[in-house]
């Protein structure tokens, strides 16, 4: 069976679906795989290093007519620079990738209308089996390592307290609100640069989780019970309570040099959290760095993908940052991929296991039509019984 890698074609997009170092491993579950010419090399791949691994170095075309085509970028989560192969997909033939199949819905109905088996990677559950396919959590640690990294250039002053003969410069403050997968690595990387570091999250439970990486948790005095998910993510919680979050949130902040957010709800409206008024008591040269800017920004100032200076304060809207670290963030996103599809092929054939809980949660398009009830209700359809 063979699996093939097309070049991304979304604008800035520098990651590719496969690593030359993971080809040997679909190679032991029978998979072949060939590799569009020049898809690794902004990621630092070169194409002889994909041919010494074993793969097939070829055109887009026969990289999009393998059987299985794996990407970074499918369906919505590609936009409209994906069109062009829309045509080209075939009945029966399987797409992999990460598709933002609840922020942008209508992506997946109209690739489904080709008759393919579309796996969308943001759906792979959270479950301990699945730990190793999950592309949130790898690309979210690459996110929250390079937030700080971000923060720290942009800042005008140094993370770690120096005592030097010109006297002793005092640490950053660095508040990351949101302690999931991004937020526990931003806090973990603010550390090793030395600032002084607290965070927020409306989950109590994982406060013991920020505090074992060295930082304090910020309490609040508000009831939050209930606002975890079962998939481990932050659920929507009443405007009353964002409100006097909001209200709480904004006599920390001033007093931090630096603010991370993180805070998102997938296949929803980012939660505000930083208020315009918080930003104005921050001091001259602050830095805020938004990783929910895609979804509307976790701050009111931010736009995204633009950096925006107001009244002395910087606050930055990333939306793919990932992409700004392509090769390591490639070598775990095609780590995570090769054991999907390890996981999915047996015998040469996909297989389409209702009763397989990674499958069925994962396959949100098979028989010309989209199958996931979450996509379905999104999207206005009838949700039909399991």
Excluded: W
């Excluded at 943001?122 to 937030?147: C, F, H, K, N």
């Excluded at 600032?195 to 989780?209: L, N, S």
């Amino acid at each position: 069976m063979l699996v093939g890698v097309p070049r991304e074609l979304f604008a800035g997009e520098r990651r590719v679906a496969m690593s030359p170092a993971s080809v040997p491993l679909l190679a032991k579950a029978g998979l072949s795989v060939v590799v569009e010419s020049d898809a690794g090399t902004a990621a630092g791949f070169r194409d002889a290093e994909y041919a010494e691994k074993g793969a097939k170095v070829s055109s887009r075309s026969d990289a999009l007519a393998a059987e299985i085509v794996v990407q970074v970028r499918s369906a919505g989560a590609a936009g409209t620079a994906g069109d062009g192969d829309l045509a080209g997909f075939r009945t029966a033939q399987t797409i992999i990738g990460m598709c933002d199949p609840l922020g942008c819905p209508e992506g997946i109905a109209k690739i489904a209308e080709r008759g393919v088996h579309l796996f969308a990677l943001e759906m792979v559950p959270r479950i301990t089996r699945a730990q190793s396919m999950d592309v949130l959590s790898s690309m979210a640690t690459v996110a929250g390592y390079r937030a700080v990294l971000l923060a720290a250039t942009s800042l005008p002053k140094m993370f770690p307290m120096l005592m030097t003969a010109a006297g002793t410069l005092s640490a950053a403050k660095v508040l990351v609100i949101g302690a999931g997968v991004a937020g526990l690595q931003a806090i973990a990387t603010a550390r090793r640069l030395g600032a002084v570091v607290q965070a927020y999250d409306v989950r109590a439970a994982v406060k013991e989780q920020i505090q074992s990486l060295g930082a304090k948790f910020v309490e609040l005095p508000l009831e939050s019970g209930g606002a975890e998910d079962k998939g481990g993510y932050a659920k929507a919680l009443g405007e009353e309570f964002y409100r006097r979050q909001r209200e709480l949130l904004g006599d920390v902040i001033a007093t931090c040099d630096v603010v991370i957010s993180t805070a998102a709800i997938p296949g929803q409206k980012s939660p505000l959290l930083v208020t315009r008024d918080a930003v104005e008591r921050m001091a001259a040269g602050s830095v805020v760095v938004d990783l929910a800017a895609e979804r509307g920004g976790n701050c009111e100032v931010t736009r995204a993908d633009e950096t925006v200076v107001h009244q002395g304060v910087t606050i930055l809207g990333p939306t793919n940052l990932p992409s700004d670290v392509p090769h390591d963030a490639s070598l775990m996103y095609a780590r995570n991929v090769a054991t999907l599809l390890a996981h999915i092929v047996n015998d040469g054939k996909v297989r389409l296991d209702a009763d397989d809980e990674i499958i069925r949660e994962t396959l949100v398009a098979t028989g010309g039509e989209v199958v996931s009830p979450r996509i379905r209700e999104k999207l206005g359809l009838p949700v039909r019984e399991s």
